[in-house]
């Protein structure tokens, strides 16, 4: 963690009945409606919320433009930074988002299905423009060349990468492919636990710590978080810099306020 710990709001948003909505889901199914995605931005930015990040699950042609959209109108409501993600795979998709008002975009199955993509992206665009998102999942069927790390209840497990919204494991160690976005010039990486999304059961620590073991630029910690408690311990015992959260603010169970309040009674320094 560098300067301070972030606390990061994050907002799945997809085309209901022709408007684009905050929706959320448990392990990236069963969307339910969740509101308007610049009513949500307004609030977590009073709320006291570091930056946003905005996903299109729907990532169609349809999903494209209504994400340029809401670039744009987020962008003229709120003043803190916020990423845009979802389906995004050329230069010129990223272009738009920007152009539109994002200050930064996630790119995560694009980089999968062509690395030098992020490459070609942080070289035009900057790599503190360039967020890679990685989506993970453990797997106990351990292979050759994999790293290999102990969970909570002392199983061994390796971390697979997978895409298409978590429903495609590609055999890809994520530890290593952390590491190679890092040297192909991303300049932040979002890992989500595949096996904690939607749960509140909290983070994948394990993974959460070995990706900011391996890498030296910004990790936010994301999935399954549900209580301040859960925050907290992805700054003390994973080591991240942001810490991601959607339904526990979403619901309305806590105010990101509330988490910092949290953070700092325990010894961890907020930016307010």
């Not at 969970?151 to 429903?167: H, N, P, Q, S």
Request: charge should be negative; aromatic fraction near 6%.
């Amino acid at each position: 963690m560098k300067d301070y710990a972030k606390i990061v709001p994050c907002l799945d948003v997809k085309v209901v009945d022709g408007q684009p909505s905050v929706v959320k889901g448990v392990k990236f199914v069963d969307l339910k409606r969740q509101g308007d995605p610049v009513e949500f931005a307004r609030r977590y930015q009073d709320q006291g919320a570091d930056e946003l990040v905005f996903l299109d699950i729907t990532a169609s042609h349809e999903g494209r433009k209504t994400m340029v959209d809401v670039a744009r109108r987020v962008a003229d409501a709120v003043d803190i930074p916020f990423a845009v993600g979802g389906g995004i795979g050329t230069l010129d998709g990223i272009k738009q988002i920007l152009d539109a008002g994002a200050d930064k975009v996630g790119i995560n199955t694009a980089a999968v299905k062509n690395p030098d993509f992020v490459k070609a992206a942080s070289g035009a665009f900057g790599s503190d423009k360039i967020t890679v998102a990685v989506d993970a999942r453990r797997n106990t069927n351990i292979i050759p060349g994999v790293n290999v790390y102990e969970m909570e209840d002392g199983a061994k497990a390796w971390f697979e990468l997978v895409i298409y919204g978590g429903r495609e494991p590609v055999g890809v160690d994520a530890i290593d492919w952390c590491r190679k976005m890092e040297s192909f010039g991303a300049g932040e990486l979002l890992p989500t636990s595949m096996d904690r999304d939607g749960t509140n059961i909290g983070f994948d620590l394990p993974l959460t710590k070995a990706i900011c073991d391996a890498v030296a630029i910004p990790v936010i910690a994301s999935g399954g978080a549900s209580t301040p408690q859960h925050i907290l311990e992805a700054f003390t015992v994973a080591k991240a810099d942001s810490a991601l959260a959607a339904g526990m603010f979403h619901r309305g169970e806590y105010t990101v306020g509330q988490v910092k309040d949290y953070l700092e009674s325990n010894g961890i320094r907020t930016k307010r």
